[in-house]
């Protein structure tokens, strides 16, 4: 390790090595068992003598800092150093640079989704535990070798062009989505394909209509672009177009899986919400985040292959169907602004991992990301009757389920504020979303929502039977009031859960 020492402080040199890399230790920034420089390379970097350097090394030796093995070097001994940064005391808090007044409105995200809870009902959440491992670390392997060391340099913004094209040929035949390899932009994850979209399309001021109840990462997006978001009324056909706002640049939508209510847009609302935005020169984003997951019934026409006016974004990933770790997605754009989204694509951090694409199309091409697909999707229904049978068994006086066909979650709607519920839960080790946390304003409609990707199907049972408990102590105290359905629109408001 490099380690840098000041010797503007008027000590002498080998009282300055010593007070400094003693603070390094302290503070953290040198861990306990790492390597301190030899003492002659040290000191050649130095520009000091190699006994000055010794001499700082025997005193911190001596008081238990360093350890000091023979053949090996010297090392930061343990018991001194601390573990990690959240071990390290808090900076002073200097007021001399401010954040944007927007950034106080976003609520401080979740710093990742482990220790598990007991019960892991959270939404979003794919069953990592089934990844499959073996394959992708071959995968990777094989794209880590020195022949194929190209990929180790920058790469084409549009992402690598075997997975753009492997993507093409996945989507044409699952999705029904009819594009090129050349209309293909791979990104960071669903959320930096919104991202994109949004900076190419967005200028501060511009209306956005987001689904209410809806996602919040975009809602929060867009805000922070400077755009004015407004929740639109979701209905039993999805969003209520008649209640989009005039003037209305562009549109987000999840139409085939509506998150988190779970119903699919019926298609008289689809072409609907077409017309709409040609008439009004408005742009779509349609987020497709799980369908790939799909248990019963014919899925709908995406509106991308129903847009004939080119204003259809369609946006995909791959953080439910394999991992959220390998953050990768994509979007297929219309041809007026795949250069536009190259751009910003290329200013805002260039390219994504070029190993894990070339991976990522090998394992496409191979045939092992459908079965995949097949494998997972049949556990996934498995888990999605299993809830729904136990919600209609013994939740039938407190919950109603919403129908749902696909994805890794379902809703249930309650006639009292369910966030009490979720709160209680929480306590006793189950970990599930409220209805209400996802509203864009005022929440119009009360409910729970039930993740089954992130828990096994032995734990269902017992974990709804926990949740049972929890909520009927809490019906037994003091009466909440009831909840009904709103369909009037709402501004923004706080929401604090996310899709995962």
């Not at 017309?275 to 799909?294: L, S």
């Not at 009490?420 to 189950?430: F, K, Q």
Request: with cysteine; glycine share 10%; aromatic share 8%.
């Amino acid at each position: 390790m490099d380690i840098h020492i000041d010797f503007e402080g008027g000590r002498g040199r080998r009282d300055e090595i010593y007070r400094q890399i003693r603070a390094a230790i302290l503070d953290g920034r040198i861990l306990a068992g790492e390597a301190l420089p030899p003492t002659r390379e040290f000191a050649r970097r130095l520009l000091v003598s190699r006994n000055t350097v010794s001499a700082a090394y025997d005193r911190l030796t001596a008081e238990g800092f360093l350890i000091g093995k023979v053949g090996a070097g010297t090392f930061v001994q343990a018991g001194f150093a601390r573990g990690s940064d959240e071990d390290r005391p808090p900076a002073p808090e200097v007021a001399s640079l401010c954040p944007a007044p927007v950034w106080d409105t976003v609520p401080n995200p979740p710093r990742g989704f482990a220790p598990a809870p007991d019960f892991d009902f959270r939404s979003g959440v794919p069953d990592v535990r089934r990844f499959p491992f073996d394959t992708w670390r071959r995968l990777t392997s094989n794209q880590l070798r020195e022949t194929k060391s190209g990929g180790m340099t920058y790469g084409d913004p549009r992402g690598h062009a075997g997975l753009r094209a492997a993507i093409a040929r996945h989507i044409g035949v699952s999705r029904d989505v009819r594009a090129e390899a050349g209309d293909i932009l791979v990104t960071n994850g669903a959320q930096q394909a919104v991202d994109l979209v949004a900076r190419v399309l967005l200028c501060p001021g511009d209306v956005v209509a987001v689904e209410d109840p809806g996602y919040p990462p975009p809602r929060f997006l867009f805000d922070t672009l400077g755009a004015k978001t407004i929740g639109v009324p979701v209905d039993d056909e999805g969003i209520v177009v008649d209640l989009i706002p005039s003037g209305c640049r562009l549109v987000y939508v999840t139409p085939s899986h509506q998150f988190p209510l779970g119903m699919a847009m019926s298609l008289n609302r689809r072409l609907e919400l077409l017309t709409w935005a040609e008439r009004n020169d408005a742009a779509i984003i349609e987020d497709d985040y799980d369908t790939e997951f799909r248990y019963a019934g014919r899925p709908l026409e995406p509106l991308y292959s129903l847009d004939t006016s080119h204003r259809v974004v369609y946006v995909g990933s791959f953080s439910k169907v394999l991992s959220p770790a390998l953050r990768l997605g994509f979007l297929v754009a219309p041809p007026s602004l795949r250069d536009a989204l190259v751009k910003a694509k290329f200013v805002t951090d260039w390219q994504s991992p070029n190993p894990a694409q070339a991976a990522l199309a090998e394992f496409i091409d191979s045939g092992g990301f459908a079965g995949h697909i097949r494998k997972m999707r049949r556990e996934y229904e498995t888990r999605q009757q299993l809830i729904l049978k136990i919600l209609r068994r013994d939740f039938a006086d407190v919950l109603t389920p919403i129908a749902s066909s696909a994805g890794l979650h379902l809703s249930a709607l309650s006639e009292c504020d369910a966030r009490p519920y979720a709160r209680a839960a929480r306590n006793a080790g189950i970990s599930l979303y409220a209805l209400e946390f996802f509203a864009a304003g005022k929440p119009a409609r009360s409910g729970l929502v039930f993740g089954y990707g992130a828990i096994p199907a032995t734990q269902i049972g017992p974990g709804l039977h926990r949740l049972r408990a929890v909520m009927e102590k809490i019906d037994k105290g003091v009466p909440r009031e009831r909840t009904g359905f709103d369909d009037g629109r709402h501004p923004r408001g706080p929401a604090v859960a996310s899709r995962g």
